[in-house]
C-alpha cells in the first residue's frame, strides 16, 4: 500500500500529529458533517422513553415488551461499539461514514413504515448500528485532525452531541405526541438523515491512514457475549423479569464471565498490536480516571433521564409533552455551555472545571432526595438545570483529557472504549434508579402507604443511592489531569504517568 504523507495520519508509526495554527476548511467540513450526523443518531437513543404508553395502546404490547425498543437499543450499541476500533483503523473515514448513516436511515425508514412491533424493533436495531460506528468515528477524528491547544473547544461540541442529544430526547418525542402520530418520530429525523447521508457522500474526504490489521473473530464473539450480556442483565434488573423467565442475574453473569475472558483475550493479542479492543489505553492514569469519573456521571445522566419524567407525571400528575419540556432548558443549558467549558479547558486544564461541576451535580442530586408528592414544579426545574451544568463542566474535560492522554495509534481504541463505557454506565444508571424505586415503592405499599406517596417514596430512594453514589465521583474529580504537553518524548510521558499509554510497549 502506498505511504500517505499527510502530517496529521501518522497512526501507523505512533507518532504525535504535528500542531497546526488553525484547522484546514476541508478538516473544518468533515468535523462539522459528522457533528450534526453524531447528533441526530445519539438522539434516538431515548426518544423512545416517553413515547412508550402510545406505542402499548396502538401495537398492544406491554411495557415489559416496550421497553424493549430501548433495551434492544442500547444492547446493539454494546456489542458492536468495540468492532469500531478495527473498522476505524481497517477502513477510511468516507467509507465508515457512509455505511454508518445508511445503516441509520434504513433503520430510520423501516422504524417510520412498521406495521407492527416486531418491524419496529428490527429498525430500532438497525438504527442502534449506525449510531455505534458514528460516535468513535466523530472521535477518532478530532483527535487526528485537531490540535491538542484546540481540542477542549471542539470537544465542547462533541460533549453537546452526547450529553444533550439524549437528553432531550424525551422532550421533542414529547412534543411530537402531542400533535402527531408516533410514526412521526422517525419520519421527521429520516430527511435530515439522508441528508447527512448525501452531503457526507459528496463532501468527505478521507482523513486517515488505513492499516491492514485482521480481525480476531473470537474477540467479537467475546465482546458479544461480553457487553451484550452484562447490557441485557442490567436492564433485567431495571425492569425486573418482565415476564421472560430468565433470572435477571443469569444473563450478568455471562457477561461478567465473557468480559474476563474477553480481557484476557485482548491482553495476549495486543502484544502484536492484534487486539480488538487494546486496553493498553488504561496504562495511563488520566485515562483510568477520567473513564471512572464519566461512567458515574453517565449512570447520573440516564438515571436522571429515566426518572424524572416517571416523577413529573405519575407523582405531580404533568402530561407527557410538558414532563418532555421540563427537562428541555436543562439540556439546553448543556449545550449552550459545551464550547464554553471547552475554552476554559484550553486555557486552564480540567481540575477548575471538574471539581466544581462535580460538587453541582452531588448538590442537586442531594436537593432530589428531598422531591415528595407536593413539591413544586419549579424547585424540580431548578434541581434539573443545576444538574445539567454540572454535567456540562465534567464532560468535556473528561472526554478530551481521555483521548488526549494516549498516543495517535491508541485513538481508535480509546474512543471505542468510551463508546462502551458509555453504554454500560448508562444501562447501570438505569437498572440501579429503577430497581431500587420499584424495590422501595414496593415497600412502602406493604406496609400501608398509597400508591402516589410511595411511588414518590421510591423515587427518593432511588435519588439517595445517586447521591451517595456520585460522592466517589466528586473524590475522583480531585485526581484528572490534563494530559502531558504534546511531542513529549515517550520516556518523559510515562515517568508522568499521564501518557504512558501513548509508547509502544515492548512484550
Not at 416486531?118 to 468515528?137: C, D, K, Y
Not at 492484534?274 to 480516571?289: C, E
Not at 407536593?374 to 465534567?394: D, E, F, Q
Request: with cysteine.
Amino acid at each position: 500500500m502506498p505511504q500517505h504523507t499527510d502530517k496529521r495520519t501518522q497512526a501507523d508509526d505512533g507518532a504525535t500529529p504535528v500542531p497546526e495554527a488553525g484547522i484546514p476548511a476541508r478538516d473544518r467540513l468533515v468535523i462539522s458533517l459528522l457533528l450534526v450526523s453524531a447528533f441526530v443518531v445519539i438522539l434516538n437513543e431515548t426518544i423512545m422513553g416517553v413515547a412508550l404508553p402510545r406505542l402499548m395502546d396502538d401495537l398492544q404490547i406491554t411495557a415489559s415488551a416496550g421497553q424493549w425498543l430501548t433495551t434492544a437499543f442500547m444492547l446493539t450499541m454494546a456489542v458492536v461499539i468495540p468492532i469500531t476500533g478495527f473498522l476505524i483503523q481497517r477502513f477510511n473515514t468516507r467509507p465508515v461514514f457512509l455505511a454508518a448513516m445508511t445503516l441509520f436511515s434504513l433503520g430510520t425508514l423501516v422504524s417510520a413504515m412498521a406495521p407492527g412491533f416486531g418491524m419496529l424493533l428490527v429498525g430500532r436495531v438497525i438504527q442502534a448500528g449506525g449510531t455505534a460506528i458514528m460516535m468513535p468515528l466523530l472521535m477518532t477524528t478530532v483527535m487526528t485532525l485537531v490540535p491538542p491547544s484546540s481540542r477542549g473547544k471542539t470537544m465542547g461540541n462533541i460533549s453537546i452531541v452526547i450529553s444533550v442529544a439524549p437528553a432531550i430526547g424525551p422532550t421533542i418525542s414529547g412534543v411530537i405526541l402531542s400533535v402527531l402520530d408516533w410514526r412521526w418520530m422517525f419520519w421527521l429525523v429520516l430527511p435530515i438523515a439522508v441528508g447527512s447521508l448525501v452531503l457526507g457522500g459528496i463532501r468527505i474526504q478521507n482523513v486517515t491512514t488505513p492499516r491492514r490489521t485482521p480481525i480476531d473473530v473470537l474477540s467479537v464473539i467475546l465482546s458479544a457475549f461480553a457487553f451484550g450480556g452484562i447490557v441485557y442483565g442490567l436492564s433485567q434488573f431495571g425492569e425486573g423479569s418482565g415476564g421472560s423467565g430468565v433470572p435477571s442475574w443469569l444473563p450478568l453473569l455471562v457477561g461478567l464471565v465473557g468480559l474476563a475472558c474477553f480481557i484476557v483475550r485482548q491482553l495476549v493479542l495486543q502484544r502484536r498490536d492484534r487486539a480488538l479492543l487494546d486496553l493498553r489505553t488504561f496504562l495511563s492514569r488520566t485515562f483510568t480516571v477520567s473513564i471512572l469519573v464519566l461512567a458515574i456521571s453517565m449512570m447520573a445522566l440516564f438515571g436522571t433521564i429515566i426518572l424524572l419524567p416517571i416523577y413529573l407525571q405519575d407523582v405531580l400528575g404533568l402530561e407527557p409533552a410538558a414532563a418532555g419540556l421540563m427537562l428541555l432548558p436543562g439540556g439546553l443549558a448543556m449545550g449552550l455551555l459545551g464550547p464554553v467549558v471547552g475554552r476554559v479547558f484550553d486555557r486552564h486544564g480540567p481540575r477548575v472545571l471538574v471539581v466544581p461541576g462535580s460538587l453541582l451535580v452531588a448538590s442537586a442530586f442531594w436537593g432530589l432526595t428531598l422531591v415528595d408528592v407536593s413539591t413544586p414544579v419549579p424547585l424540580v426545574l431548578a434541581a434539573h438545570v443545576v444538574l445539567s451544568i454540572g454535567l456540562a463542566g465534567m464532560f468535556t474535560p473528561l472526554f478530551t483529557s481521555a483521548l488526549g492522554s494516549v498516543g495517535p495509534h491508541l485513538y481508535s481504541h480509546a474512543s471505542a472504549v468510551v463508546g462502551t463505557i458509555q453504554q454500560l454506565a448508562g444501562a447501570a444508571g438505569i437498572a440501579l434508579f429503577v430497581s431500587v424505586m420499584t424495590l422501595q415503592t414496593g415497600a412502602l405499599v406493604e406496609a400501608g402507604s398509597a400508591e402516589v406517596p410511595a411511588l414518590a417514596g421510591g423515587i427518593r430512594m432511588a435519588f439517595l443511592c445517586g447521591a451517595v453514589i456520585f460522592l466517589f465521583a466528586v473524590v475522583a474529580a480531585l485526581f484528572v489531569r490534563k494530559p502531558a504537553a504534546p511531542g513529549l518524548p515517550p520516556s518523559s510521558s510515562v515517568h508522568d504517568g499521564d501518557n504512558a499509554a501513548a509508547a509502544p510497549l515492548a512484550h
